[in-house]
C-alpha cells in the first residue's frame, strides 16, 4: 500500500539523525562555517540526508571517475570524494574562490583531496572539456544552466551512468511557480523534458529539495 508522509521541520529532524555517522565533526564544521555566509548562502549547502545519500550510492555503485557541477563550500564533493576509492576522482567546476578555498580546507581535513581536481572558471565552459567516461554526475549550479549541462554532459556519461539535479522541487513551487521566476520555469521545464528523454531513466526523488535521478540507458 502507498501511503504519503508529509514532512514538518520535526519529522525532518528525526529523518536526518538515523543515517550512518549522523555526527561528522569535518562536516558540522563546515556547516556551521558556512552558515557564517548569509542566510541566502548558507541555503545553498545540501542537507545531511543528502550528503550520507551520496557517499553510500557512490560507493555502492562502485564509481571510479566523478564530476560535480555547482562545488560551493564542498559539502557534496567531500561525500561523493569519500564514497570513492582510493584510486577515484571527482572532477569540481566551480566560479568562485573564497567559496571553494573553504572547500579545499574541507577535503584536507576529511582526507579525500587527492581525489579531487577543481577547475575554477565559467562552468559552461568548462564542462566542454570534461572528458568520459564519466560514472557519476551531481549538478547543483544555475538552474537555467542545467539543461545546458546536461546536454553537453551526457554523452560523456557512460552507459549505466547516474547524473543527478538538485533543487528539482523548487521548495514545491514546481506546483505553483513563481511566473517571474525564470529559475522556477527552468527546472520545471526540465524535469518534463526529462521524463521524456528515452536515452535515460529517470525518478524525481523528494529528498531535501527534490533529486532528479537520471541514469543512461
Known amino acids: 500500500m502507498s501511503k504519503f508522509t508529509p514532512l514538518n521541520d520535526e519529522l525532518y529532524s528525526y529523518i536526518t539523525s538515523q543515517r550512518s555517522h549522523a555526527s561528522d565533526p569535518v562536516l558540522e564544521k563546515l556547516r556551521a562555517e ?17 550528503g550520507t545519500f551520496f557517499t553510500i550510492l557512490v560507493a555502492a555503485l562502485g564509481v571510479k571517475n566523478a564530476l560535480e557541477i555547482g562545488t560551493f563550500t564542498g559539502y557534496s564533493s567531500t561525500c ?6 582510493a584510486d577515484g576522482k ?11 578555498n573553504i572547500a579545499r580546507r574541507t577535503w584536507k581535513e576529511a582526507g579525500v ?5 577543481l577547475r575554477i572558471g565559467d562552468g559552461h565552459e568548462n564542462v566542454k572539456n570534461v572528458q568520459g ?57 526540465l524535469n518534463q523534458k526529462l ?20 541514469r543512461k540507458i
Open 34 to 50: 558556512t552558515e557564517t555566509l548569509g542566510d541566502d548562502l548558507k541555503q545553498m549547502q545540501i542537507g545531511p540526508d543528502q
Open 80 to 85: 561523493i570524494a569519500r564514497g570513492l576509492p
Open 90 to 100: 571527482l572532477i569540481c567546476l566551480d566560479q568562485n574562490e573564497e567559496w571553494t
Open 113 to 117: 583531496d587527492s581525489k579531487i581536481e
Open 133 to 189: 567516461p564519466l560514472d557519476f554526475v551531481f549538478i547543483d549550479a544555475d538552474k537555467t544552466g542545467y539543461d545546458h549541462y546536461y546536454e553537453t554532459i551526457l554523452p560523456q556519461v557512460r552507459a549505466g551512468g547516474v547524473i543527478i539535479f538538485d533543487n528539482m522541487l523548487r521548495g514545491g513551487r514546481v506546483i505553483n511557480p513563481d511566473a517571474d521566476n525564470e529559475n522556477d520555469a527552468a527546472v520545471i521545464a
Open 195 to 214: 521524463a521524456n528523454d528515452s536515452r535515460i531513466e529517470c525518478a524525481l526523488i523528494p529528498i531535501a529539495d527534490g533529486l532528479m535521478f537520471c
